[in-house]
């Protein structure tokens, strides 16, 4: 052992390794696990291996969940559920703060069981993932307290499969179970078949306080294991894993009614301007790219560095990469630990060699890695194009793509040149630029001069291919409750459309009035060059044009050229509201002869004028908040419009139908790609005027007009669509189809339109994504 005159001389780390004592007796004490299902754990059956990644060595036989066992958890949360739910707030706020204060007495347990079964380093798993895993329980003891005041009329989702991933085992189960609980769902949760231990060990602390029994049960085992809870009959299914795997879900829940969150992978951008604190800038690459082994999904992975000063930076980068200590997780003085498995070891190592043999250059630390275990030394590459495999597929280990940019218009371009969108983190001395950037990225959370910075109080989430809902903050407890539903109406099924290649006798007198479709703005024939005949009671009403799939692609286009839109202020989109409502009252009795011609309710346009003002109140009023997240931040929780949407209106109620749902998606700053109703789409397409004359920017309202199942399925499909919103079409084909580009979907039953249910807060919510910005406030 060295002197201590010889340690101040070398200022050498000596060895600070954590006591595995009382995690090793636990294990040896239990050796094999069931599950836990209904308060106690089984028997175990068919099991396999959990292993400690920094060395080989097993630790425990863990059972493969079977159908039947998963049938059984969810039985179990059935049956408690109704009870659960039926607790007062304060009741159930009162196991979540017993969970809270039982897993603080076992921190450094827990912490040092998650080392042994994951890998990371115990300072990140005792420092950051435990104090966030108490916090999200005590934060929402505080949600299921005050649940009935803050969302007054709903309730709880029902049973909930969640599934969670490997590399932030415990907490992960936490933001996962706590909103959960607090909102009056039961759960059965499914671990990592790498990493199931935390879990467990959390099943006994259930048991401990006392849970009612089939509140919570965890059944362990691979992807079969998962893929059986998701076809299981729970009312939600909450998923953070691979895009690729989350595609799969949404395809395999379409159709069954299922509450779907999706958290998925990423390629996040670090953008350093040259006006940035470089030092700072290169300790945010350690927390974003080098913590957890770069085994996160919001990891920093494309570092975009303004071309001034990327030599300085790099240089720096360069010599604090060789400064990180790789080793052994449990010694207390290690900065990267293991890599979760071998499987994730050789995909990493295959995407860095794919990604040097399409020219790139490894930079990477010159560290003694131990002889055994799944270790990565981490590094970053240079010189990779923007299709290079390294740039486009997510790595998930600790090694980055390093490229350089001139204009603020650059980085933007770069950092959203990906299909994922769930964070960012922008470097810059100047919080104007900084915001303005934060503001244009595609992400769902941006971090400004800082990274990896999470709190209970404010919302995790992405957009794009990234998924859609948020975890923690007013939105996560939401995405556990569900809306008073709104009571069904029948529909009735829309004729068949036949093309009519001969006009027929025109309704009324007068010249004859020839629809068309409207797409950017000005009247469009159908590229098809047919229309079909719109009668009612065997007398034709008119023509209307037959849309097809190139319609629906010139729609869209149209759509994304007017995103000025959603730049606009709200009052601004407010007085176009206003002037919608003011010229549709103008030509009320117009439209109201036109609807009772149709057979339809001519209340509707009195109820349209008044659903217009409604929207246009709530244009500049239906804002964000500031969160009270950490100390030394504020953290803004923005309502950012989807974009381009797709929505499919409901047969009945032509004109209000379709307004109760364009007014509120137009009202956010979205751009709609609408398809009318297919009995009546005149109510629609009589509208055109109304918009031209009350200053709507081309390319906001787009209609297009045929076949509603058709053109319904063409939007889900669509790439660049955002959102789509569907009252008519198949459930099961919308949700299906949109997996493409994981679009949101929301299907409506039909309803009645002119009653409150026809349109409130709950249409402007879904209208929206919230983009949570973390912006340095105070000292």
Request: proline share 7%; aromatic share 8%.
């Amino acid at each position: 052992m060295p002197t201590v005159t010889e340690i101040l001389e070398t200022m050498d780390y000596g060895p600070a390794p954590e006591a595995t004592t009382e995690v090793r007796a636990w294990l040896a004490a239990r050796v094999r696990f069931g599950h836990f299902i209904n308060g106690d754990f089984t028997a175990p059956g068919q099991t396999f291996a959990t292993t400690n990644p920094a060395t080989g060595e097993p630790l425990a036989k863990v059972s493969q969940g079977t159908p039947a066992d998963v049938a059984a958890a969810v039985a179990a949360a059935r049956k408690a559920q109704p009870k659960w739910a039926a607790l007062s707030g304060h009741e159930r706020a009162t196991w979540l703060y017993a969970i809270a204060r039982h897993i603080q007495k076992r921190e450094r347990f827990l912490s040092v069981l998650e080392v042994l079964d994951n890998g990371k380093p115990i300072r990140e798993a005792r420092d950051i993932d435990l104090p966030l895993v108490i916090r999200h329980f005590y934060h929402h003891a505080g949600w299921a307290e005050i649940l009935a005041d803050e969302f007054p009329g709903a309730a709880p989702q029902g049973v909930c499969g969640q599934i969670i991933p490997w590399n932030f085992p415990l907490l992960m189960l936490a933001w996962k179970i706590a909103p959960a609980l607090a909102a009056g769902n039961t759960v059965v949760l499914k671990p990592a078949e790498y990493t199931p231990l935390t879990a467990l060990a959390f099943a006994e602390i259930c048991a401990e306080i006392g849970l009612p029994k089939g509140v919570v049960n965890i059944v362990t085992g691979d992807g079969d294991t998962g893929a059986a809870l998701v076809t299981a009959p729970v009312d939600k299914i909450a998923f953070t894993g691979s895009t690729e795997v989350g595609r799969v879900i949404r395809r395999a829940t379409a159709g069954t009614g299922k509450s779907l969150t999706l958290e998925l992978g990423g390629k996040s951008p670090f953008i350093v301007f040259a006006d940035a604190d470089l030092d700072a800038a290169v300790e945010g690459v350690v927390d974003a790219i080098w913590f957890n082994q770069g085994q996160v999904c919001c990891a920093g992975s494309r570092l975009l560095v303004a071309e001034a000063v990327v030599a300085d930076f790099t240089a720096r980068l360069t010599a604090r990469l060789g400064k990180l200590r790789v080793g052994d997780p449990l010694d207390k003085c290690t900065d990267i630990g293991a890599i979760v498995h071998p499987v994730q070891l050789a995909r990493i190592r295959d995407l860095v060699a794919r990604g040097e043999a399409a020219g790139a250059r490894l930079v990477q630390a010159e560290a003694q890695l131990p002889a055994k275990g799944c270790f990565f030394a981490p590094g970053f590459l240079t010189g990779a194009q923007p299709a290079n495999p390294a740039m486009v597929e997510e790595i998930f280990g600790p090694v980055a793509t390093l490229t350089t940019f001139r204009t603020p218009d650059e980085a933007v371009e770069l950092a959203n040149n990906t299909r994922y969108g769930l964070s960012a983190s922008i470097w810059s001395e100047n919080i104007t630029l900084a915001t303005d950037i934060a503001a244009k990225v595609k992400a769902g959370v941006v971090w400004i001069n800082c990274t990896n910075v999470f709190d209970a109080g404010a919302g995790f989430g992405g957009m794009r291919e990234s998924g859609f809902g948020r975890e923690g903050g007013r939105e996560g407890i939401a995405a556990y409750l569900r809306a008073p539903s709104p009571k069904p109406l029948a529909e009735a099924a829309p004729a068949p459309l036949d093309a009519a290649p001969m006009p027929g006798t025109p309704a009324g007198e007068g010249i004859d009035r020839t629809a068309k479709l409207y797409i950017g703005g000005a009247q469009k024939r159908p590229d098809g060059g047919y229309s079909y005949a719109v009668a009612h009671r065997g007398r034709e009403l008119g023509l209307a044009p037959l849309g097809n799939r190139k319609d629906i692609r010139n729609a869209v286009e149209a759509a994304h050229k007017a995103a000025a839109w959603g730049k606009a202020t709200g009052h601004n989109r407010a007085q176009v509201l206003y002037y919608i409502a003011e010229n549709l009252s103008a030509r009320q009795a117009e439209f109201e002869a036109r609807l009772k011609e149709a057979g339809h309710d001519k209340a509707e346009v009195a109820a349209t004028i008044r659903r217009a003002f409604w929207y246009a109140a709530q244009a500049d009023k239906f804002d964000g908040a500031v969160h009270a997240t950490k100390s030394r931040h504020v953290t803004l929780a923005m309502h950012e419009p989807w974009g381009v949407m797709g929505i499919a209106c409901p047969n009945a109620a032509p004109l209000l139908g379709f307004a109760s749902l364009v007014l509120p998606a137009i009202a956010t700053g979205n751009r709609v790609v609408a398809i009318p109703a297919p009995s009546m789409p005149l109510a629609a397409t009589d509208l055109y005027q109304v918009f031209d004359t009350s200053d709507l920017p081309g390319g906001v309202v787009n209609i297009v007009t045929g076949d509603r199942d058709d053109l319904a399925r063409t939007l889900a499909q669509h790439d660049d669509v955002a959102a789509l919103w569907s009252c008519g079409p198949d459930p099961a084909m919308i949700e299906a189809e949109s997996a493409g580009n994981l679009k949101a979907t929301w299907v409506l039953p039909n309803r009645d339109w002119h009653g409150p249910q026809g349109q409130g807060r709950d249409f402007l919510a879904h209208a929206v994504q919230v983009k949570n910005i973390w912006i340095p406030y105070g000292e």
